[in-house]
């Protein structure tokens, strides 16, 4: 089979391989299609903890698929079930774990990161991840390019509920990239009247309207907090979502929401980067709520692909280019043009 290898920052290869031979309690994935995410494309650049140098490992933790074999003590998977991944796979006793925090597992595991991940033909589903529950059906009529997204769903759907969206709220979201539009879409279903957009890239945030957003803001163009101010009658923003990596995103976030409002910093910052000025007499005297999200649950995981099966969350159409495994270096270069990038392996 052949499979991209990860061997250190900004260095990946094709390779050809023998496909995983798998054990009595555990299952191999034949991969149809995977997506580069954000965390992909820093462990590109930077590596990761849970890699050590001179590793070689397979990226790629949104995958689906279908299951090409089954070990004899496997019961509730069979070949030839189309299936999702949820990625992370928690040790199953500690706080975290029995709370239903499964990423949030300090001894967690994790497909694409300290597993062999979905940019290979084949990929080893272990016996953990089989008794968490952490392979789920893909209903009929959804495609695995509308599932395959599901993974992101998850993440956003976690931070959709630390902030408890609902019907009237105005919500603001910073970033109109594949994470920013499911982020609109979330709110709209969650009953937001008013959905504000930010996005300083013209032909992404002109793309927002087409999934729910109301107001379109390009912060070149336009001063945020005099817009968010006029669209609100001077109260503030009910929820606000930074659903990109920049500091002065993170404090604009605290000045335009409104006394008693919910702000999510979904996405993290660059390394070296981390450390905020922040104006927290902001959060004080306006009682404000701020919550940082990571990953999700099997719970989140499950509700995000009924979403999808419903119709209720449009997927499909934020992968943008469609890669084979050969040209995954050239898809790696392309991870940060606004776009999903898929890697596919389907014929």
């Not at 709110?187 to 793309?207: D, F, N, S």
Request: with cysteine; hydrophobic share 40%.
């Amino acid at each position: 089979m052949k499979k991209a290898v990860y061997l250190e920052p900004h260095v990946l290869e094709v390779v050809e391989d023998e496909v995983p031979v798998i054990g009595p309690d555990e299952a191999l994935l034949r991969v149809r299609d995977c997506t580069i995410c954000g965390t992909d494309l820093r462990i590109y650049n930077y590596g990761h903890f849970k890699i050590p140098t001179g590793a070689k490992r397979v990226l790629g933790h949104e995958v689906v698929g279908e299951i090409a074999e089954v070990g004899g003590q496997v019961q509730g998977l069979k070949p030839g079930m189309r299936v999702a991944i949820a990625p992370n796979i928690g040790c199953g006793h500690c706080d975290m774990c029995v709370q239903g925090w499964n990423q949030l597992c300090p001894d967690y595991e994790a497909f694409g990161i300290s597993l062999d991940g979905g940019f290979a033909e084949y990929m080893k589903i272990p016996a953990a991840a089989i008794r968490q529950g952490n392979i789920l059906e893909i209903p009929d009529g959804i495609s695995y390019r509308e599932a395959v997204l599901v993974e992101p769903l998850s993440c956003v759907y976690n931070g959709f509920e630390s902030i408890g969206i609902k019907p009237g709220d105005t919500v603001v979201v910073f970033g109109a990239g594949p994470i920013g539009l499911l982020h609109v879409q979330l709110a709209r279903l969650g009953g937001a009247t008013k959905i504000i957009l930010c996005e300083p890239v013209e032909e992404r945030l002109q793309e927002g309207r087409r999934y729910g957003a109301d107001i379109l803001i390009n912060p070149q163009q336009e001063d945020i907090k005099a817009v968010v101010k006029e669209e609100t009658k001077g109260k503030g923003a009910d929820a606000v979502i930074t659903a990109v990596s920049a500091a002065v995103v993170q404090q604009q976030a605290l000045e335009i929401a409104g006394i008693l409002g919910r702000i999510n910093f979904f996405g993290g910052l660059p390394r070296g980067q981390e450390t905020v000025s922040l104006n927290t007499n902001l959060i004080h005297y306006k009682q404000l709520i701020v919550t940082g999200t990571t990953g999700s649950n099997h719970r989140q995981y499950r509700r995000s692909l009924e979403l999808i099966a419903a119709g209720k969350v449009e997927t499909g159409s934020l992968i943008g280019r469609i890669y084979p495994l050969e040209a995954i270096a050239e898809a790696f270069q392309q991870g940060n043009t606004g776009k999903k990038i898929a890697i596919s392996f389907e014929k």
